[in-house]
């Protein structure tokens, strides 16, 4: 998912691959070039070429590859073509540090076991309670305050920001900052300059929380890695990358699965039903709505660190793959009727969590809160309905992760009230 260095990233991709002839559906020419073959060459405006993978096998071949580095930084590739007299600035180490994300091994296994190893039994049991207080408090809210609202500022931003912020530890009183840089970060349009002026931002927010931390020590995330068993372990730039890895990976994500996935149901009314009715269905409704919807729309991107042959095509040393999340989730070769929303579906192997070594960490947190999140609302509003024609939802296909800017959503008021 996105990470604080993501925005540095550049994909000017044709425009034919990220516009959608509909908001659920991968954009169509992505599924003729997979008909052409499961991994082709693709022109960027900058006149580089990178590789397109739109084949499950073919993305899993690359994904669980070492001789594709995850380190977009640390060679020449087709996503960083900056200006000469910012690399400086974007390639800083400090500004780096911590984001295993983009690391490859041994220091991506050093630090995401440091992590993983944060996500306990005891947190995670008191956090997952926790989701539901969360889910009801916010339904409430949008009950009293009327019959209508903004779904994605009232329900589906707000949840997993609060719950990111418990499990770190940070102050849910900062979200309106951290969510105003986070959209900024994720926007690719965003000005280079500006990209970096706010991560150094959200780095300074950080540091000086991570400083707060290590003076008093409270129950978080954040504070287990200061004193924790990796007590010492870690600088205070590695403390602060994890952190904001963490803080943007972990709310915008899960935020727009709820926020896409409500509309996906809205527009799939005999699913919602389903998931209305039957909450044995919740766990494959998750998955499917995750496959269906696969917001990480452009994929995980790996440069390749010798030649490898990959399908057909040999990727030079130095040639940047992006695997298409959307397109390999739709693959008929895996998927009966793949192009349809069905929560029942059972067998899901979908990529939507990537796979390999860089597997999103949080996807039992995000698999815990839509669990809670999305049948809680539609049982709590039956009537939920859109108050805009479809086609006015604004879709963020200008975003690294892909979902809805908003989603204006009405409900009937209870009868007995
Ligand atoms: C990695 C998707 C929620 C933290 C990834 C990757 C994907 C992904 C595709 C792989 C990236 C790559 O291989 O380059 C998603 C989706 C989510 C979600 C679709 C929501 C539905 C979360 C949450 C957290 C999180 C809630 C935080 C608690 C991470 C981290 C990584 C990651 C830290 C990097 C792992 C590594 O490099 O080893 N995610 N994610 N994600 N995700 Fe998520």
Same mark, same amino acid.
């Given at each position: 998912?996105?990470?604080?260095?993501?925005?540095?990233?550049?994909?000017?991709?044709?425009?034919?691959?990220?516009?959608?002839?509909?908001?659920?559906?991968?954009?169509?020419?992505?599924?003729?070039?997979?008909?052409?073959?499961?991994?082709?060459?693709?022109?960027?405006?900058?006149?580089?070429?990178?590789?397109?993978?739109?084949?499950?096998?073919?993305?899993?071949?690359?994904?669980?590859?070492?001789?594709?580095?995850?380190?977009?930084?640390? #060679?020449?590739? =087709? $996503? +960083?073509?900056?200006?000469? %007299?910012?690399?400086?600035?974007?390639? &800083? /180490?400090? @500004?780096? !540090? *911590?984001?295993?994300?983009?690391?490859?091994?041994?220091?991506?296994?050093?630090?995401?076991?440091?992590?993983?190893?944060?996500?306990?039994?005891? #947190?995670?049991? =008191? $956090? +997952?309670?926790?989701?539901? %207080?969360?889910?009801?408090?916010?339904? &409430? /809210?949008? @009950?009293? !305050? *009327?019959?209508?609202?903004?779904?994605?500022?009232?329900?589906?931003?707000?949840?997993?920001?609060?719950?990111?912020?418990?499990?770190?530890?940070?102050?849910?009183? =900062?979200?309106?900052?951290?969510?105003?840089?986070?959209?900024?970060?994720?926007?690719?349009?965003?000005?280079?300059?500006?990209?970096?002026?706010?991560?150094?931002?959200?780095?300074?927010?950080?540091?000086?929380?991570?400083?707060?931390?290590?003076?008093?020590?409270?129950?978080?995330?954040?504070?287990?890695?200061?004193?924790?068993?990796?007590?010492?372990?870690?600088?205070?730039?590695?403390?602060?990358?994890?952190?904001?890895?963490?803080?943007?990976?972990?709310?915008?994500?899960?935020?727009?699965?709820?926020?896409?996935?409500?509309?996906?149901?809205?527009?799939?009314?005999?699913?919602?039903?389903?998931?209305?009715?039957?909450?044995?269905?919740?766990?494959?409704?998750?998955?499917?709505?995750?496959?269906?919807?696969?917001?990480?729309?452009?994929?995980?991107?790996?440069?390749?660190?010798?030649?490898?042959?990959?399908?057909?095509?040999?990727?030079?040393?130095?040639?940047?793959?992006?695997?298409?999340?959307?397109?390999?989730?739709?693959?008929?070769?895996?998927?009966?009727?793949?192009?349809?929303?069905?929560?029942?579906?059972?067998?899901?192997?979908?990529?939507?969590?990537?796979?390999?070594?860089?597997?999103?960490?949080?996807?039992?947190?995000?698999?815990?809160?839509?669990?809670?999140?999305?049948?809680?609302?539609?049982?709590?509003?039956?009537?939920?309905?859109?108050?805009?024609?479809?086609?006015?939802?604004?879709?963020?296909?200008?975003?690294?992760?892909?979902?809805?800017?908003?989603?204006?959503?009405?409900?009937?008021?209870?009868?007995?009230?």
């Amino acid at each position: 998912p996105p990470s604080p260095d993501q925005a540095t990233m550049r994909v000017p991709l044709p425009p034919e691959l990220t516009a959608r002839q509909c908001p659920f559906d991968p954009p169509q020419a992505l599924a003729r070039m997979h008909g052409r073959a499961p991994v082709n060459q693709v022109k960027l405006g900058n006149d580089e070429v990178i590789w397109l993978v739109t084949g499950m096998s073919e993305a899993r071949a690359v994904l669980s590859d070492p001789r594709f580095s995850a380190d977009r930084f640390s #060679r020449p590739n =087709a $996503l +960083i073509s900056v200006p000469e %007299e910012m690399r400086e600035k974007l390639f &800083d /180490a400090r @500004a780096r !540090a *911590g984001q295993f994300i983009t690391m490859d091994a041994p220091e991506h296994t050093r630090l995401r076991k440091m992590v993983i190893g944060q996500f306990t039994l005891r #947190r995670m049991r =008191a $956090l +997952i309670p926790h989701i539901t %207080e969360i889910v009801d408090a916010h339904l &409430d /809210a949008m @009950a009293d !305050a *009327g019959t209508s609202a903004d779904l994605v500022s009232a329900f589906a931003l707000p949840v997993p920001s609060l719950v990111i912020c418990e499990l770190l530890g940070v102050p849910y009183e =900062a979200r309106a900052d951290f969510q105003r840089r986070t959209a900024a970060l994720l926007r690719m349009d965003t000005p280079l300059e500006e990209t970096l002026r706010v991560r150094e931002e959200m780095r300074g927010f950080m540091h000086e929380l991570v400083a707060a931390k290590r003076a008093q020590p409270d129950d978080g995330l954040i504070s287990g890695l200061i004193h924790g068993d990796h007590a010492g372990e870690l600088t205070d730039d590695e403390l602060v990358g994890v952190a904001n890895l963490l803080l943007v990976a972990g709310h915008e994500t899960t935020a727009n699965m709820i926020g896409l996935g409500v509309f996906a149901l809205l527009e799939h009314p005999d699913q919602l039903e389903l998931l209305r009715r039957d909450p044995e269905l919740t766990a494959s409704a998750v998955e499917e709505l995750l496959r269906y919807l696969s917001i990480v729309h452009l994929g995980p991107t790996r440069i390749a660190t010798e030649d490898v042959r990959v399908g057909d095509e040999l990727i030079p040393a130095g040639g940047t793959v992006m695997i298409s999340t959307p397109e390999i989730n739709r693959d008929s070769a895996h998927w009966d009727d793949p192009a349809a929303l069905d929560l029942t579906r059972m067998r899901n192997p979908h990529l939507a969590f990537g796979h390999g070594i860089h597997q999103c960490l949080g996807q039992q947190l995000a698999r815990a809160e839509m669990t809670v999140a999305l049948p809680a609302l539609v049982r709590r509003f039956p009537h939920l309905r859109l108050t805009c024609r479809p086609e006015e939802v604004p879709l963020r296909d200008n975003m690294f992760v892909y979902g809805v800017h908003s989603l204006p959503v009405a409900w009937d008021a209870p009868e007995d009230a």
